[in-house]
């Protein structure tokens, strides 16, 4: 489903990708009751169940996001995008999610107007990175750096928290062991404790009312950005 972009009835328009996610679901839940936006869009692959006055829900096929142009006419867009290389299949399928369609979203904001693109990446992102997955983020990183928007915020979390629709059974056992250990990663290493995803939902929403340019976020400061104190 497409449908032309209307200005907002009041406040700002919001895109958001990835909503089904760990991040994207808090993070609807917050733009959905901000009082900022007066327009929250979310595109997926399958509808959004359930009604918000606010909430417009778009069916898209993300290998042909062109055809979709129409619906990054907005003031923001948040991209939760991301899966993994168990869930995805192949290496080639991580890359055309957590780059090609995440580099194409930016690419059609850009195109359509938007003035802040947020993103989330992951903690260790490089594209010099000897480690495939680490490689991919940062290219992605490195690509939607290149497109002109007025805010461009990447956050890089660490293990995410919190309850997903689909188990991911080495992301539990991570979690498990990881999570009585973060008080011991101090220094350069805090920015590996595991995070929770209304953390990076709500900084996010928060990043998104800042002035300036935007910039990189890393792990460790997240939970502060979240409580206001970042």
């Given amino acids: 489903m497409t449908a032309a972009a209307d200005p907002a009835p009041a406040g700002r328009s919001a895109l958001l990708l990835g909503a089904t996610g760990l991040v994207g679901g808090q993070l609807l839940e917050l733009l959905l009751a901000s009082p900022v936006y007066g327009r929250v869009r979310v595109i997926g692959r399958r509808r959004q169940p359930g009604k918000h006055p606010k909430l417009e829900s778009h069916v898209v096929d993300f290998d042909h996001l062109e055809r979709h142009a129409a619906l990054f006419r907005v003031d923001d867009v948040f991209c939760c995008l991301g899966t993994t290389i168990a869930r995805a299949g192949s290496q080639e399928a ?60 990447i956050l890089r979390p660490a293990l995410l928290l919190g309850e997903r629709e689909e188990f991911r059974l080495g992301e539990r056992i991570a979690a498990y062991a990881l999570r009585p250990l973060a008080p011991l990663f101090v220094g350069r290493w805090r920015r590996y404790r595991p995070v929770h995803a209304r953390d990076v939902a709500a900084a996010m929403l928060r990043l998104a009312g800042e002035e300036g340019t935007g910039g990189v976020v890393e792990s460790e400061r997240i939970p502060e950005i979240a409580a206001g104190r970042g």
Avoid at 96 to 103: E, L
Avoid at 139 to 147: D, P
């Fill in 94 to 153: 991580f890359r055309a999610v957590d780059h090609g369609y995440v580099v194409e979203a930016a690419r059609l904001a850009s195109e359509a107007g938007a003035e802040q693109f947020l993103v989330v990446s992951a903690v260790g992102a490089d594209a010099g990175s000897r480690v495939f997955y680490n490689r991919v983020k940062g290219e992605m990183e490195a690509a939607v750096k290149r497109l002109p928007f007025r805010a461009l915020w």
